[in-house]
């Protein structure tokens, strides 16, 4: 009886949470069509016009082009940084092992703003803050590590004796990387590369610091819309919020698509 009143309970508890959830979004949804919404269960007309506004008056076109330039060079390094760091902690034990291991998931477990702040100290000295290439740098520390601890268990799988037969064959290192494991981590590559698109697109902290007006991408140009001094239409701000929501819908669905989340427990081997 205690079991069957507990399970109503936590069933009602999700449903409450569903209901909310669901009325936040069409609300803000409904709102930016609406042409005018004060005390009635509907708006008095509906309109498309304000996302026509937002696009325009807000430059939409500008700001996705930034964030796609800035999402796409943060995956290309990080996949080349990280995947090369995985293999190594995957398959060598030297001393100090676990110590990289705990500095790699720091940057993950850690709240962005602990560390966004030195951050941007440092790339502002340096004359990087403000630039698109500084955004890319303050996006590229949460990301290596997540790719790093994402490939590492993709490589774990992959039986060394498949490598040491190559290298008898007179395979180098450049060979085995390229040609022998390259095709079989594609999967855990492509799993790191669309985890990594969608944490830099919703990424706005380590973003919000060190950006300039020339590279914000959607999530700080939709809290510049909201905060920033002027006047602007609600239903245009909730237009990019629609937006910005639908894009990272289609990143997430795009990446259950070809990500196994039992595929990213990492797992690092004891040394021998």
Do not use: H
């Not at 799988?157 to 022998?180: H, L, S, W, Y």
């Not at 799993?191 to 697109?201: G, K, M, N, Q």
């Not at 300039?212 to 939709?222: C, D, H, R, W």
Request: aromatic share 10%; glycine share 6%; proline share 6%.
């Amino acid at each position: 009886m205690r079991s069957s009143v507990g399970g109503w309970l936590v069933w009602g508890a999700v449903a409450f949470f569903l209901v909310n959830l669901v009325g936040l979004v069409a609300s803000v949804v409904v709102n930016s069509f609406a042409v005018n919404w004060f005390d009635t269960w509907w708006p008095s007309g509906l309109t498309a016009e304000y996302y026509r506004m937002a696009w325009q008056e807000m430059a939409l076109l500008d700001v996705l082009v930034v964030t796609l330039q800035v999402s796409v060079a943060v995956v290309v390094a990080s996949v080349l940084i990280g995947v090369p760091t995985a293999y190594a902690l995957a398959r060598r034990n030297f001393l100090g092992k676990r110590l990289v291991t705990v500095l790699f998931l720091l940057p993950i477990l850690l709240p962005p703003m602990t560390y966004g702040i030195p951050l941007a100290t440092v790339l502002y000295k340096f004359d990087l803050a403000g630039s698109m290439t500084g955004v890319i740098v303050a996006n590229l520390v949460p990301s290596v590590p997540f790719v790093v601890l994402t490939m590492t268990p993709f490589i774990e799988q992959i039986d060394p004796k498949i490598e040491a037969a190559a290298r008898m064959c007179g395979a180098n290192t450049a060979a085995v990387f390229g040609r022998v494991l390259a095709p079989l981590l594609v999967p855990g590559i492509l799993a790191a590369s669309i985890l990594v698109l969608v944490r830099t697109v919703g990424m706005f902290e380590l973003t919000f610091l060190t950006a300039g007006p020339g590279s914000q991408t959607l999530v700080v140009s939709l809290y510049e819309a909201m905060f920033s001094a002027g006047i602007r239409a609600q239903q245009a701000v909730d237009a990019m919020a629609v937006i910005y929501t639908g894009s990272m819908l289609v990143l997430l669905v795009i990446a259950l698509r070809f990500v196994n989340p039992t595929q990213l427990v990492t797992r690092l081997k004891d040394p021998a």
